[in-house]
């Protein structure tokens, strides 16, 4: 077939379809823009360039490609980086073919040896390991950054007590600090994911070839030293058919979302006018086009949202692979938008949640307040019967009974005088009074992971180290 446009070497047409010599029609408009990913992996094209100048160095040792073809391949590949990056546009139907288009131009006949051996299928494997590599990295420190002005505003609030929930119901006293931390806990938890992602992620499926691996004797655990890389991936079928590492890393990413959208969710509840612990600077809410008084917490909300778009972005993943057989299929390249789009938001999301953590401008009266309203006190009162001999059953009861007592006299358990606990029995003594406050129901949860303010600062110098 002829093909129209200026032939880089015989029969071979620069404006024609690599796969021409087999096609005899050009193709349908319509099927070429809807197969075509080039708007979408576009920003691949630093990974893309990376791999095919450690391919070159590889067609070198494998002596497919002169040391002085090497050099002249790798300077036109700085150069087409440099192209893209300034935003030129170069056509293809993905990026590297529009990569491999602009080094023909740029080299003729020589351009077209770079893809000696190697099949787009072990490339787009590469250039994701590579994108998730540098992206998984943005996340951690991302993660850690969040992580941090959390333990800050923490350790400013070692002492400020607010009533910690179950139910959505007011249960039992504990420090801020307390609270903020049990945050930290699940982002470390995510750092760890995270960091497994990556572990598993760490292998070179360069020189996997189409599926059966390359045909030409490249040195594939070199190649993958040289990109940095742990190893080279063991099975070239499963080099170019895994998208596990992206699936990994998207659940890793919705994990930590789930994470967010809670703080999210608290920071939407705290800084209601119901709760009012907390409040956020002006610059960090919205205001109401139409009701003058609004302020709105919209940013925290959005990261509350934004938390399912991610785990769409997981699902989406994981509905392309299902049931895919072996090997490449090019339901494959549909990885990449779910993939994009999961990091771009999960990262967004944290630095805006770390922005909101910083300004956060909590009411230390409120809290304290509420944390003594809703009968808080009530479970210290029956721990102080059951350490005085009273089965923690008949405790439990007894103490419901002055809850039932204090709420239909409107007053509050720490109200009650000695002689009154004491027409509910005489267990209760003088030294009750350390019991019937914050600071001795907080004293009291003196285990390890509790909200005992020994117990917190040591949770707090933990996170810090
Ligand atoms: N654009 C493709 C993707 O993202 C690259 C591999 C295409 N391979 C093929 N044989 N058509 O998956």
Partial sequence: MGGAGQA?????????????????????????????????DRRLFREDIAGSRAWAKALVRAGVLTPDEQSRIDQALREIETEFAAGDSSEGEDIHMAVEKRLREKLGPLGGKLHT????????????????????TQLLEALAGLESALIARAE???????????????????????????????????????????????????????LAGSGFPIDRAELARDLGFAAASANSLDSVADRDFVVELLAACSIAMIHLSRLCGEIVLWTSVEFSFASLPDALASGSSM?????????????????????????????????????????????????????????????????????????????????LEGY????????????KGLPFRDAHHLVGRMV?????????????????????????????VDHLTLEGALGSRDVVGGTAPARVREALAHVKA
């Fill in 404 to 432: 039932a007592e204090a709420i239909a006299t409107h007053r509050g358990l720490e109200s009650f005088s000695l002689a009154e606990l004491q027409r509910f029995s005489p267990l209760f003594g003088a030294d009750i």
């Fill in 156 to 210: 400013e609030h070692l002492d400020t007590v607010m009533p910690g929930y179950t139910h959505t119901q007011r249960a039992q006293p504990v420090l801020l600090a307390h609270h903020l931390l049990a945050y930290v806990e699940m982002l470390r938890r995510d750092r760890g994911r995270f960091a497994d992602a990556l572990g598993r992620a760490d292998a070179s499926p360069l020189g996997a070839g189409a």
């Fill in 117 to 136: 051996g190697r099949s787009r299928n072990d490339q787009v494997a590469l250039d994701l390991r590579l994108y998730v590599r540098a992206a998984g």
């Fill in 376 to 387: 808080t006190l009530a479970t210290e009162l029956a721990d102080y019967l059951s350490r």
């Fill in 8 to 40: 880089d070497v015989e029969g071979f047409a620069l404006s024609q379809q690599p796969w021409g010599g087999r096609f005899g029609e050009e193709p349908d408009p319509l099927i070429d823009q809807f197969t075509g990913s080039l708007d979408v």
């Fill in 291 to 371: 009701m003058p008084n609004k302020k709105n917490p919209c940013a925290a909300e959005l990261v509350r949202a934004k938390s399912g778009r991610v785990a769409g972005d997981l699902v989406n993943l994981l509905m392309v692979l299902k049931g895919l057989p072996l090997a490449y299929n090019r339901d494959l390249q549909e990885d990449k938008e779910a993939l994009f789009d999961g990091v771009d938001t999960t990262l967004t999301c944290l630095h805006v949640t770390a922005r909101l953590v910083q300004g956060l401008r909590f009411d230390r009266d409120v809290m304290r307040k509420a944390a």
